[in-house]
């Protein structure tokens, strides 16, 4: 099994190519055009594959795959005050912690 089976990959249409877009998180660099979608999907699967084994060969790290990370659920955003007020406002109107109100904004509720 390659590193490369856990990438985290996407495919989605390009008005301006005319086609299909394979392109893969951990290697922002690559993409795959294709006419098809799965002809996109398997394009840029195996171009990761490749890179993947190019790497290895040349006793370089590929990176992990996002799946594979592991998170602490915790990170920092820097807001300006008036927007930082605003927010806490908003969740005291609406009964919950500020940690709350963002998580339920980032995650799109």
Not at 48 to 55: C, G, K, L, N, S
Request: glycine share 6%.
């Amino acid at each position: 099994m390659s590193v490369a089976d856990h990438y985290t990959y996407r495919v989605h249409w390009s008005a301006e190519d005319g086609e299909y877009v394979g392109t893969v998180a951990e290697l922002p660099s690559v993409s795959w055009l294709a006419e098809d979608r799965m002809e996109a999907f398997i394009g840029i699967q195996r171009v990761a594959e490749e890179i993947v084994a190019d790497m290895q060969a040349l006793g370089e790290e590929p990176p992990v795959a996002i799946a594979d990370r592991r998170y602490s659920g915790k990170f920092q955003v820097r807001v300006p005050e008036e927007v930082h007020r605003c927010l806490a406002v908003r969740a005291a109107e609406q009964g919950v912690s500020l940690n709350a109100l963002a998580s339920a904004r980032l995650a799109g509720a």
